[in-house]
């Protein structure tokens, strides 16, 4: 069994989205990011710097959306989201994966917070130039690895999907509209969306917005 630590509308909701397309069993259990109080201390054995997401799966902790990911998508090999280990498609697959974590997450939230970090300073760059990567890619090909739907798109196309309709950050570019129009018709993701929605709901976080 999988555990899944998780809270709606945060970086796990990739890994949520995942989970729903690979649809193996899992249950939830949530981590209150937001609390006043802040996250019990007791969840540091699970995730050191008490983030999510995070999974238990019979035993064995995992921990950042990467390797969450890779660690699902080859388990779980029989779903065809992951090229196989010697697939030189591979390559691309893992190259975005981890692109979603090193260099999009951190220009996104720096580009929310009013900063524009330059590539010379910092090893993940600038906003700019993960935005022109991420229109050459996409235009040039249906998915993010190529012309096949892979785990890697769960985790930039959500990672676009935040940045687009809740931070604001992201060009609303024809080529973007056009990935994440091909991901939302996908029924997983209609599935996870509806759920996170839902835990929301009842977690009171849509009247604190």
Same mark, same amino acid.
């Given at each position: 069994m999988i555990v899944f630590y998780h809270n709606?509308?945060?970086r796990a909701s990739g890994v949520h989205w995942l &989970?729903?397309?690979l649809g193996v069993p899992f249950e939830f259990s949530r981590v209150d990011i937001r609390a006043k109080e802040g996250v019990p201390e007791s969840y540091r054995a699970i995730q050191p710097n008490k983030k999510v997401p995070a999974i238990d799966h019979d035993g064995t902790i995992i921990t950042e959306r990467a390797a969450i990911t890779i660690y699902l998508a080859d388990t779980f090999a029989e779903a065809g989201l992951a090229p196989a280990i010697g697939d030189r498609a591979r390559a691309?697959?893992?190259t975005w994966? $981890?692109?979603s974590d090193s260099v999009l997450d951190p220009v996104v939230a720096a580009k929310a917070h009013g900063k524009e970090f330059m590539g010379s300073r910092y090893s993940y760059g600038s906003f700019s130039e993960m935005v022109a990567n991420l229109e050459r890619t996409l235009s040039s090909r249906p998915y993010i690895a190529g012309d096949k739907f892979t785990a890697a798109d769960t985790q930039i196309g959500s990672g676009v999907h935040f940045a687009t309709n809740v931070l604001r950050v992201l060009p609303e570019? =024809? $080529?973007f509209r056009a990935y994440?129009? =091909? &991901?939302?018709?996908r029924p997983a993701f209609q599935r996870y969306s509806q759920r996170e929605y839902e835990m929301a709901q009842a977690a009171g976080m849509l009247d604190s917005r």
């Amino acid at each position: 069994m999988i555990v899944f630590y998780h809270n709606p509308w945060s970086r796990a909701s990739g890994v949520h989205w995942l &989970l729903e397309e690979l649809g193996v069993p899992f249950e939830f259990s949530r981590v209150d990011i937001r609390a006043k109080e802040g996250v019990p201390e007791s969840y540091r054995a699970i995730q050191p710097n008490k983030k999510v997401p995070a999974i238990d799966h019979d035993g064995t902790i995992i921990t950042e959306r990467a390797a969450i990911t890779i660690y699902l998508a080859d388990t779980f090999a029989e779903a065809g989201l992951a090229p196989a280990i010697g697939d030189r498609a591979r390559a691309t697959y893992l190259t975005w994966l $981890v692109y979603s974590d090193s260099v999009l997450d951190p220009v996104v939230a720096a580009k929310a917070h009013g900063k524009e970090f330059m590539g010379s300073r910092y090893s993940y760059g600038s906003f700019s130039e993960m935005v022109a990567n991420l229109e050459r890619t996409l235009s040039s090909r249906p998915y993010i690895a190529g012309d096949k739907f892979t785990a890697a798109d769960t985790q930039i196309g959500s990672g676009v999907h935040f940045a687009t309709n809740v931070l604001r950050v992201l060009p609303e570019h =024809r $080529v973007f509209r056009a990935y994440m129009d =091909r &991901l939302a018709a996908r029924p997983a993701f209609q599935r996870y969306s509806q759920r996170e929605y839902e835990m929301a709901q009842a977690a009171g976080m849509l009247d604190s917005r």
